[in-house]
């Protein structure tokens, strides 16, 4: 038996830095292979114990009622896109954003635009253009979105690696899908007494439920 | 110290060029009109009236006679191209800065003809054998003052320029907003601005600033010490078949100038001169430099390049043949202070996206439907917070100062007496939403003068809230305010309560004139 001495194959040579990187470069064009975690807007805040990140053109929808915390919840989504430096827009429905809240919620106002008193038939049009330029697009819902306008919308954040983050009363209000669906129910509030102390913490409770979240989780928050 | 430089400048070049090739009559009023705007005018025009920067209307109104006509780089280049190869006769250094400029350093030359006074007269007969008699010479230290005294057609002795410099304007530094606010500091001339120690210009105007107060005190715009760049940077290319059409030749010089400034930026490294290189298929080579006040931008470097390509391939008295080679050579690099983002940091292109995007919105619905807050001084949720338009300026009210506000932009000023405390409110309800607020035995609540309470509050009525009512099961305040005192017509007196409403939800309620309302829930 004569033994062959076997040469290890070698896709380029090991000392050719600049074929290397040619090759590397030629790989990236042809597949390009994005990280899930690149794709990632990575939440700060109590937010971020329930939803950790929120992915590249997903949809998020989030319900609440009046006063049970859910424009907290968008305001802090908004506030991941700001912390990365790039740009939020909150189509602002009844026109009562509190934007001192945004602030404290981590939203950089500069770079925070608040679009107010669109008309219904405009609704969709707005939100589409928003999602154009703007990396998350919080949209509160008119009463009734078309199914055809909502899975156009879906597809334009896709396209366009925005976040869209609806905003209405129940989760299920909208009508296309959603990567994840929040729906915040209230909670009680500490620090206030009869007639004394001021309103310090709440711990809100939200039920988060969509893909990559077994079933139905119920978390309780501070802050 | 600046390098001494003989520029020269013709004005209103835009308007020479087109009388050169027949374009525009003599003896009439003639403006050059890019995008709407006159771009330059006529000795004639400018005695009507005529601006640079008016509209196209503004102009036949003032002039109705006006000869408008669309501006072409390309033939101010070609036009300009046999004054520049008559300046070569003198010295091969001929930097051009934009059609109608050129300037060279003078050193040499100067030597040569005897003198700063021998090369000014040899060559204005120079340039008035190529038969532009409206171009005027100037020397002085540094390209910027050289410029300037180009303007006033003189030469300006050695060490004498920020003398020269002190009596101009500061429009004359070329930057509107930069003048704008120093006019409003009370520096209307160079010469104060000059006066202002260079550290602290640095600090309050950044390095755009420092820029133009070097050019103020009569120096070059970059310190001296310019990097020679090393000799590798130099981006060619063959092109065969060989370019005998403009627009050939600039595409190919589009990539290059991409390609070379990428390849500086790696380095660290921004290009302000450049010489351009070309061959033709006969064997000619031909090199023209190409200068630039800041950093070359690819546009910026793209369009000089088309502009000399224009000169050389159309211009009369051309070359051989088509060209076989060209070639971007870096001339003097500075290193890159960075790209001008925007004031808060972040990508500029998506900037621009986001720009955009909120402009067509407003296009959409109106200005005021785009809105951005900026924070201001107040003791109300909805008084501590302005909402501005998108695209006007940011900036507190000149009341400032701000509340201390959490988050990136936060500001540090003293306390706002009288803030509500706590969170902020994620819902302001402006105009507030009217409610009932009741005692245990359904009396509406009311205060004292004095901020004493008729009853604590046990119930609040309110159609905006979910629920239309509920029982009061946590409070604080009330608090009193005297809103406007001062003002006789709108004063009033004011009580706002902190309240929690069903234990779950929070809200801000007022009492003025003994009418309640929900101004602010917590959401």
């Given at each position: 038996m004569v033994q062959i001495p076997v040469q290890p194959v070698r896709a380029s040579p090991r000392r050719d830095d600049a074929a290397r990187a040619r090759l590397a470069a030629v790989g990236a064009a042809r597949a390009p292979v994005v990280l899930a975690r690149d794709r990632a807007l990575a939440l700060t805040g109590p937010m971020a114990a329930v939803l950790p990140s929120v992915q590249r053109g997903s949809v998020v929808a989030v319900g609440g009622a009046l006063g049970t915390g859910a424009t907290s919840a968008v305001l802090s989504i908004a506030a991941a896109a700001t912390a990365a430096g790039e740009w939020a827009a909150l189509v602002d429905?009844?026109?009562?954003?509190g934007g001192l809240a945004a602030a404290e919620a981590g939203v950089d106002l500069a770079r925070f635009a608040v679009v107010r008193d669109v008309p219904r038939d405009r609704w969709a049009t707005v939100v589409a253009n928003l999602l154009e330029g703007v990396t998350v697009v919080v949209a509160e819902l008119p009463p009734t979105v078309r199914i055809g306008d909502a899975r156009r919308l879906v597809a334009r954040a896709r396209e366009r690696a925005a976040v869209l983050v609806t905003c209405a009363?129940?989760?299920?209000?909208?009508?296309a899908e959603a990567a994840v669906r929040i729906q915040a129910r209230g909670g009680g509030w500490s620090g206030l007494g009869a007639g004394d102390g001021g309103l310090e913490l709440r711990a809100p409770v939200v039920e988060i439920s969509g893909r990559g979240i077994p079933g139905r989780v119920r978390l309780e928050l501070a802050g | 110290m600046a390098v001494r430089t003989l520029c020269s400048w013709c004005p209103d070049w835009p308007v020479v060029a087109a009388r050169r090739v027949g374009r525009a009559p003599s003896a009439v009023p003639v403006a050059v009109v890019e995008r709407g705007r006159v771009a330059a005018v006529s000795i004639e025009a400018r005695a009507a009236g005529v601006r640079i920067g008016n509209r196209r209307r503004e102009a036949e109104a003032e002039a109705p006679e006006i000869v408008v006509l669309d501006r072409d780089p390309a033939e101010e280049a070609r036009e300009f191209e046999p004054v520049a190869r008559a300046i070569e006769t003198i010295t091969p250094r001929v930097v051009l800065e934009r059609p109608g400029v050129l300037s060279f350093p003078t050193r040499g030359p100067s030597r040569y003809h005897g003198g700063d006074g021998g090369l000014f007269e040899r060559v204005r007969e120079t340039v008035d054998a190529t038969g532009v008699s409206a171009l005027r010479v100037g020397i002085a230290d540094g390209a910027f003052a050289a410029r300037l005294a180009a303007r006033r057609n003189v030469m300006v002795p050695a060490g004498e320029t920020p003398t020269f410099l002190a009596p101009w304007p500061v429009d004359a530094l070329g930057d509107e907003a930069l003048a704008d606010l120093l006019v409003r500091l009370g520096l209307r001339t160079l010469g104060a601005f000059a006066g202002l120690p260079a550290a602290s210009v640095l600090a309050r105007m950044g390095r755009e600033g420092l820029t133009a107060h070097r050019l103020a005190r009569g120096e070059d715009a970059h310190p001296p010490a310019l990097t020679t760049p090393p000799p590798d940077f130099e981006e060619r290319a063959e092109l065969d078949p060989p370019a005998e059409r403009v627009d050939a030749a600039a595409f190919v010089a589009k990539g290059l100038a991409d390609r070379l400034l990428e390849r500086l930026a790696a380095r660290g490294l921004a290009c302000t001169q450049v010489v351009v290189e070309a061959e033709t298929k006969y064997g000619e080579s031909l090199s023209r430099a190409w200068r630039h006040d800041g950093a070359l931008t690819p546009g910026a470097l793209t369009e000089r390049v088309r502009w000399q390509l224009d000169g050389w391939l159309t211009a009369t008295g051309g070359l051989s043949g088509g060209l076989t080679r060209l070639s971007l050579i870096p001339d003097q690099v500075i290193p890159a202070s960075g790209r001008q983002l925007g004031f808060w940091g972040g990508d500029a292109a998506a900037s621009d996206r986001a720009e955009q995007v909120f402009a067509r919105i407003q296009g959409l619905l109106g200005p005021e439907h785009v809105v951005t807050a900026v924070p201001q001084g107040g003791r109300t949720p909805a008084e501590r917070i302005r909402w501005v338009p998108?695209?006007?300026?940011?900036?507190?009210?000149?009341h400032a100062p701000i509340g201390p506000i959490a988050g990136p932009v936060s500001v540090e000023v003293p306390p706002w007496p009288g803030t509500i405390p706590g969170p902020a409110p994620a819902r302001v309800l402006e105009p507030a939403a009217a409610a009932t607020l009741l005692d245990a035995v359904g009396q509406p609540v009311v205060v004292s003068a004095r901020g004493d309470l008729s009853a604590r509050p046990a119930e609040l009525r309110c159609a905006a809230l979910p629920g239309g009512r509920g029982v009061v099961t946590a409070w604080a305040g009330p608090w009193a305010h005297d809103v406007r005192w001062w003002d006789r017509a709108s004063r009033a007196r004011r009580v706002t309560w902190q309240l929690v409403v069903d234990e779950t939800l929070a809200c801000l309620v007022n009492v003025e004139r003994g009418v309640a309302s929900v101004t602010a829930v917590y959401d």
């Amino acid at each position: 038996m004569v033994q062959i001495p076997v040469q290890p194959v070698r896709a380029s040579p090991r000392r050719d830095d600049a074929a290397r990187a040619r090759l590397a470069a030629v790989g990236a064009a042809r597949a390009p292979v994005v990280l899930a975690r690149d794709r990632a807007l990575a939440l700060t805040g109590p937010m971020a114990a329930v939803l950790p990140s929120v992915q590249r053109g997903s949809v998020v929808a989030v319900g609440g009622a009046l006063g049970t915390g859910a424009t907290s919840a968008v305001l802090s989504i908004a506030a991941a896109a700001t912390a990365a430096g790039e740009w939020a827009a909150l189509v602002d429905g009844m026109g009562t954003l509190g934007g001192l809240a945004a602030a404290e919620a981590g939203v950089d106002l500069a770079r925070f635009a608040v679009v107010r008193d669109v008309p219904r038939d405009r609704w969709a049009t707005v939100v589409a253009n928003l999602l154009e330029g703007v990396t998350v697009v919080v949209a509160e819902l008119p009463p009734t979105v078309r199914i055809g306008d909502a899975r156009r919308l879906v597809a334009r954040a896709r396209e366009r690696a925005a976040v869209l983050v609806t905003c209405a009363p129940d989760a299920r209000a909208w009508p296309a899908e959603a990567a994840v669906r929040i729906q915040a129910r209230g909670g009680g509030w500490s620090g206030l007494g009869a007639g004394d102390g001021g309103l310090e913490l709440r711990a809100p409770v939200v039920e988060i439920s969509g893909r990559g979240i077994p079933g139905r989780v119920r978390l309780e928050l501070a802050g | 110290m600046a390098v001494r430089t003989l520029c020269s400048w013709c004005p209103d070049w835009p308007v020479v060029a087109a009388r050169r090739v027949g374009r525009a009559p003599s003896a009439v009023p003639v403006a050059v009109v890019e995008r709407g705007r006159v771009a330059a005018v006529s000795i004639e025009a400018r005695a009507a009236g005529v601006r640079i920067g008016n509209r196209r209307r503004e102009a036949e109104a003032e002039a109705p006679e006006i000869v408008v006509l669309d501006r072409d780089p390309a033939e101010e280049a070609r036009e300009f191209e046999p004054v520049a190869r008559a300046i070569e006769t003198i010295t091969p250094r001929v930097v051009l800065e934009r059609p109608g400029v050129l300037s060279f350093p003078t050193r040499g030359p100067s030597r040569y003809h005897g003198g700063d006074g021998g090369l000014f007269e040899r060559v204005r007969e120079t340039v008035d054998a190529t038969g532009v008699s409206a171009l005027r010479v100037g020397i002085a230290d540094g390209a910027f003052a050289a410029r300037l005294a180009a303007r006033r057609n003189v030469m300006v002795p050695a060490g004498e320029t920020p003398t020269f410099l002190a009596p101009w304007p500061v429009d004359a530094l070329g930057d509107e907003a930069l003048a704008d606010l120093l006019v409003r500091l009370g520096l209307r001339t160079l010469g104060a601005f000059a006066g202002l120690p260079a550290a602290s210009v640095l600090a309050r105007m950044g390095r755009e600033g420092l820029t133009a107060h070097r050019l103020a005190r009569g120096e070059d715009a970059h310190p001296p010490a310019l990097t020679t760049p090393p000799p590798d940077f130099e981006e060619r290319a063959e092109l065969d078949p060989p370019a005998e059409r403009v627009d050939a030749a600039a595409f190919v010089a589009k990539g290059l100038a991409d390609r070379l400034l990428e390849r500086l930026a790696a380095r660290g490294l921004a290009c302000t001169q450049v010489v351009v290189e070309a061959e033709t298929k006969y064997g000619e080579s031909l090199s023209r430099a190409w200068r630039h006040d800041g950093a070359l931008t690819p546009g910026a470097l793209t369009e000089r390049v088309r502009w000399q390509l224009d000169g050389w391939l159309t211009a009369t008295g051309g070359l051989s043949g088509g060209l076989t080679r060209l070639s971007l050579i870096p001339d003097q690099v500075i290193p890159a202070s960075g790209r001008q983002l925007g004031f808060w940091g972040g990508d500029a292109a998506a900037s621009d996206r986001a720009e955009q995007v909120f402009a067509r919105i407003q296009g959409l619905l109106g200005p005021e439907h785009v809105v951005t807050a900026v924070p201001q001084g107040g003791r109300t949720p909805a008084e501590r917070i302005r909402w501005v338009p998108w695209g006007e300026p940011r900036e507190p009210s000149p009341h400032a100062p701000i509340g201390p506000i959490a988050g990136p932009v936060s500001v540090e000023v003293p306390p706002w007496p009288g803030t509500i405390p706590g969170p902020a409110p994620a819902r302001v309800l402006e105009p507030a939403a009217a409610a009932t607020l009741l005692d245990a035995v359904g009396q509406p609540v009311v205060v004292s003068a004095r901020g004493d309470l008729s009853a604590r509050p046990a119930e609040l009525r309110c159609a905006a809230l979910p629920g239309g009512r509920g029982v009061v099961t946590a409070w604080a305040g009330p608090w009193a305010h005297d809103v406007r005192w001062w003002d006789r017509a709108s004063r009033a007196r004011r009580v706002t309560w902190q309240l929690v409403v069903d234990e779950t939800l929070a809200c801000l309620v007022n009492v003025e004139r003994g009418v309640a309302s929900v101004t602010a829930v917590y959401d």
